[in-house]
């Protein structure tokens, strides 16, 4: 029950993040170093897998030339957007479809029809509409990463305690009020985990329209560099691609934690 | 400049008048309350008791506003309820479940003041909750959540939440039938002293026999299906009352006698 049992369990709670995070690097380190004897015992070609020193160098260089920014930039603002657009869309319409009866007759089944489509399918369409846009781009990002957070809504809104909202009742509370104040903060911890499902799928989307699309962006760098062979050039593009959705993701966790303090406030 | 209401205000006096209340449909259908008729007195403690299922909590819900009778209607002060109001106030009988576990023991006291009152009205509220915090022995824990207290705090957040309402008429279903009996018997000291101290009228259901009778003015006996009054019985002991004396009271005992008889009798 104590909050302020002195600093020895925060201590014990920060070595324990550091080991932690000790034991993740080395298995890193592992993997790297493994990944340098596969090239020095030539188990396989350089052409098709570079050594991890000619990857890094050629990350280095992109770095320090600035070349690496404007793709890296392209990609990850429109993965944003899209995902911004499929976050607000899908709290708004999970949030409608969980709390009403009627909207789920109504909505339900079309969503269940669309959800299984699968997003590159309907790249051709926005294609059609669109053209080969930023704009386009986005909207594939935001239709194919929309579901997880959508679902995710519904389900937190339709699982509200149904004693809070007979408290809400007694308390008179205005269904505006009930919203703001009980179904959504009770949802919340849903919907983070359909953002965070949603936030993969809204990169992998991203690599995917512009690799279909010429757009500049990570996802053509790699395509690039791989129809000329440069496999330093496609390595470093995908090990930019991971550390860009760890740390979107850890940013994420961040928000999360902040925002779901309550739960893990020590008991 | 918006004050939050600390003025004193008459308690209600309530008349239950030939509510009845059934569930289901068809073959299903089952009367859980039938004809019940009752006062409280304007200040009035009085206990409800009665086996689990009698329909205890459905009768509760019904003077809260939020369950509307078949028949027969609820007066507060002699005026038909059509609903809930912010004017009685109800401690439920979970309190695991009937606290936002995302808000620290404050800002769950807070919601009890929040939306009756306009404008700048935040620092009002954080001072009648620094009051209530006080009143019920919360203020140490004023920053913690929920979950990160024993049960029977939690039911003192309950509480001080419902006396936030400035309720006239305090609703209380079980409160503490899931504590352990020296939390039970410090809570129930605790209340008994409230509602004098606050003039309210409470409504107090338990199943405890012994409960109903420490604290009440009155005690109403039911029986189960379908729910309806058995006995009444006033209770003449004297407050404030005491754990051991009160409990050893040839009077207390009495009523416990007459009662046992009648609940656990035929
Ligand atoms: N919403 C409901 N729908 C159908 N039956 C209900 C409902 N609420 C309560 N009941 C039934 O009414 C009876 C009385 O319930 P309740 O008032 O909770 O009793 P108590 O609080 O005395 O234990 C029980 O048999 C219960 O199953
Ligand atoms: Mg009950």
């Not at chain 1, 990350?59 to 030339?65: F, G, N, P, S, T």
């Not at chain 1, 949802?187 to 329209?209: C, N």
Request: overall charge positive.
């Amino acid at each position: 029950m104590s909050v302020d049992g002195g600093g020895t369990p925060v201590l014990r709670r920060v070595l324990q993040a550091l080991r932690d995070s000790a034991a993740a690097l080395a298995f890193a380190v592992c993997l790297v170093l493994l990944w340098h004897a596969v090239v020095a015992a030539r188990l396989v070609s350089p052409v098709f897998l570079p050594a991890p020193a000619r990857v890094f160098d050629e990350l280095c260089v992109q770095i320090r030339d600035a070349s690496l920014l404007e793709p890296l930039a392209a990609t990850t603002w429109r993965m944003a957007l899209g995902w911004a657009l499929a976050s607000a869309v899908g709290i708004a319409l999970g949030g409608l479809v969980g709390a009403s009866r009627s909207a789920r007759t109504y909505l339900s089944p079309m969503l269940e029809f669309m959800r299984p489509l699968p997003a590159s399918a309907i790249i051709p369409v926005a294609v059609l509409f669109l053209g080969l846009s930023d704009r386009m781009s986005i909207a594939v990002i935001a239709f194919g990463s929309i579901w997880p957070v959508l679902l995710a809504t519904v389900q937190g809104f339709a699982s509200t305690e149904a004693q809070l909202i007979e408290l809400a009742s007694a308390l008179c509370m205005r269904p505006a009020a009930v919203l703001r104040k009980i179904v959504l903060p009770g949802a919340v911890p849903d919907i983070m985990a359909g953002m965070r499902v949603s936030l993969a799928i809204a990169l992998i989307l991203a690599v995917v329209t512009e690799m279909q699309a010429s757009q500049i962006g990570l996802g053509q760098n790699i395509l690039l560099a791989q129809r000329s062979y440069r496999s330093a050039e496609l390595y470093a593009g995908i090990l930019v691609l991971g550390v860009l959705g760890f740390v979107l993701n850890q940013g994420l966790a961040l928000v999360e934690a902040r925002l779901l303090r309550w739960r893990a406030a020590p008991g | 400049m918006t004050r939050v209401q600390t003025v004193q205000t008459q308690p209600a006096a309530v008349s239950v008048c030939g509510v009845s209340l059934a569930y289901g449909t068809g073959v299903q259908r089952r009367t859980i309350l039938a004809q019940m008729s009752f006062e409280v007195a304007a200040g009035e403690f009085l206990c409800l008791v009665g086996p689990s299922g009698c329909g205890k909590t459905t009768l509760l819900r019904v003077l809260a506003g939020l369950a509307r009778p078949d028949a027969g209607q609820v007066l507060v002060d002699g005026v038909a309820i059509s609903g809930p109001s912010r004017d009685r106030a109800i401690v439920f009988q979970d309190y695991s479940r009937a606290l936002l576990p995302w808000r620290t023991v404050a800002g769950n006291v807070a919601l009890g003041l929040e939306g009756a009152h306009g404008g700048d009205a935040a620092r009002a509220i954080e001072a009648r909750v620094a009051e209530l915090l006080q009143t019920m022995s919360l203020a140490h824990v004023a920053r913690h959540y929920p979950r990160q207290l024993s049960g029977g705090m939690q039911q003192r957040v309950q509480i001080a939440r419902c006396l936030a309402q400035a309720p006239r008429l305090l609703l209380m279903d079980e409160p503490f039938g899931a504590l352990d009996a020296l939390t039970r018997q410090s809570l129930q000291d605790e209340v008994a002293r409230l509602a004098r101290a606050e003039g309210k009228t409470v409504v107090f259901i338990t199943h405890d026999l012994e409960e109903a009778i420490y604290l009440g003015d009155r005690v109403i006996a039911l029986a189960a299906n379908p729910g309806r009054i058995e006995a009444e019985v006033a209770v003449e002991i004297p407050r404030p009352r005491h754990q051991l004396e009160t409990r050893e009271d040839a009077r207390f005992l009495a009523l416990r006698h007459q009662l046992f008889g009648l609940l656990a009798g035929h």
